[in-house]
């Protein structure tokens, strides 16, 4: 392991080596409001395509930005609301946090895949978003609220990931698509709600060289500038049959894969997705395995219940393949010992009988380290 440190005499004249504080003992955390707070009123949510867009406020080293919708005022009346399977996530019809160079970070994904990043992707004790104390789901008034992450750190533990966020003068930029009544309920309320947003910035201070004591100490995440991306791939199935997609994300490391299957309507489906799945690294098989077991493990995993495969924790037509629950079993705060190395040359497929035409998307989480240093955790350097 690489130590990096201080000499420090003492009084044998000897010079011991010092090691630096860490950065998440150093660091203190913080949050501030994220420069938006807007309401979207009910015939601008009738009309849809509404754009919103804030710049991240620069404050020492982001590490998610979260998102807090609510929609209140909507009545039933004569028409009960009645939402749509991915509702109401998919409110937001697209989102993007994009690089200071325009670049693009997370995204472009719509609000249900945040939603699958969210709860499957690793980041917290109680990743579903479902289980929060802002969740409501969709009532017959068509009220609705939740909140979301943009995730930018990849581990807790040690601050893999933050993002160096201290220049007002080239900033983070986030900016939001939202959808119209008619993409979030099947059956819209005789009176639709207006739509609050806000914004939040969670972030690590910039500590200083020493601490008061004159003690070393990190003033940034291990690997700094190390990126998480979130992106999306999407595959036209035209029938029933055997095929082999090649995904296209490919030259980082890979942390975790989720499979997303859609019937010729758009709308997710489990029981015609694949009965097996095979995925291979180069031609050599990572896993060949029935579709249950895989979500037998989904639920060993990641502690979720499963009581169907459209209720209880599980999502209709998801399957999710995580490579960072090597620390405890559990995915996230992990070691990354069981990351994916990909270079621009792999060849990574996933080979699927579908039982219908339709859509696969591909949600890939992959990480870019800004170091050719050792990628364990401990060799941090």
């Known amino acids: 392991m690489t130590m990096l440190g201080t000499k420090v005499s003492n009084s044998q004249g000897n010079t011991p080596m010092v090691q630096e504080r860490r950065f998440t003992r150093a660091a203190v955390e913080h949050t501030e409001p994220g420069d938006l707070?807007?309401?979207?009123?009910?015939?601008?949510?009738?009309?849809?395509?509404?754009?919103?867009?804030?710049?991240?406020p620069a404050y020492g080293f982001a590490r998610w930005i979260t998102l807090l919708v609510?929609?209140?005022?909507?009545?039933?009346?004569?028409?009960?609301?009645?939402?749509?399977?991915?509702?109401?996530?998919?409110?937001?019809?697209?989102?993007?946090?994009?690089?200071?160079?325009?670049?693009?970070?997370f995204g472009p994904v719509s609000g249900y895949d945040m939603f699958l990043a969210n709860k499957w992707g690793g980041y917290g004790?109680?990743?579903?978003?479902?289980?929060?104390?802002?969740?409501?789901?969709?009532?017959?008034?068509?009220?609705?609220s939740f909140s979301l992450n943009i995730p930018l750190e990849a581990i807790?533990?040690?601050?893999?990931?933050?993002?160096?966020?201290?220049?007002?003068?080239?900033?983070?930029?986030?900016?939001?698509?939202?959808?119209?009544?008619?993409?979030?309920?099947?059956?819209?309320?005789?009176?639709l709600p207006s739509i609050r947003i806000r914004a939040e910035l969670n972030a690590w201070s910039k500590p200083s060289p020493t601490d008061p004591l004159g003690n070393p100490q990190r003033t940034a995440p291990p690997f700094d500038r190390t990126t998480q991306f979130w992106s999306k791939a999407q595959f036209a199935v035209s029938g029933a049959g055997t095929i082999t997609h090649?995904?296209?994300?490919?030259?980082?490391?890979?942390?975790?894969?989720?499979?997303?299957?859609?019937?010729?309507?758009?709308?997710?489906?489990?029981?015609?997705?694949?009965?097996?799945?095979?995925?291979?690294?180069?031609?050599?098989?990572?896993?060949?395995?029935?579709?249950?077991?895989?979500?037998?493990?989904?639920?060993?995993?990641?502690?979720?219940?499963?009581?169907?495969?459209d209720n209880g924790d599980f999502d209709e037509g998801v399957l999710v393949y995580p490579f960072s629950h090597d620390f405890d079993g559990k995915p996230g705060n992990e070691l990354r010992d069981l990351w994916l190395p990909t270079t621009q040359a792999t060849r990574l497929e996933i080979q699927l009988t579908h039982g219908e035409a339709?859509?696969?998307?591909?949600?890939?989480?992959?990480?870019?380290?800004?170091?050719?240093?050792?990628?364990?955790?401990g060799n941090e350097g």
Do not use: C
């Open 37 to 56: 707070d807007v309401t979207i009123s009910s015939s601008d949510f009738d009309a849809g395509g509404q754009v919103l867009a804030f710049d991240v």
């Open 70 to 105: 609510q929609a209140s005022g909507g009545a039933a009346g004569l028409n009960n609301a009645v939402a749509r399977a991915d509702a109401p996530w998919n409110l937001i019809q697209s989102i993007t946090f994009k690089d200071v160079n325009g670049g693009h970070i």
């Open 125 to 144: 004790y109680q990743d579903n978003p479902t289980a929060l104390p802002t969740y409501s789901q969709v009532a017959t008034s068509g009220n609705f």
């Open 156 to 191: 807790a533990r040690d601050a893999l990931g933050a993002l160096p966020n201290r220049n007002s003068a080239s900033t983070y930029r986030v900016e939001l698509v939202l959808a119209s009544d008619a993409v979030v309920y099947s059956t819209s309320p005789d009176t």
């Open 246 to 309: 090649k995904l296209p994300k490919v030259g980082n490391f890979i942390r975790t894969l989720i499979f997303v299957f859609r019937d010729a309507t758009g709308v997710r489906e489990g029981d015609t997705f694949s009965d097996s799945v095979l995925i291979s690294l180069d031609g050599q098989t990572l896993f060949s395995e029935p579709t249950l077991l895989r979500r037998a493990k989904m639920a060993n995993q990641y502690g979720y219940t499963i009581a169907g495969m």
């Open 358 to 377: 339709g859509t696969l998307e591909v949600l890939t989480n992959d990480i870019a380290i800004a170091s050719s240093a050792p990628v364990a955790a």
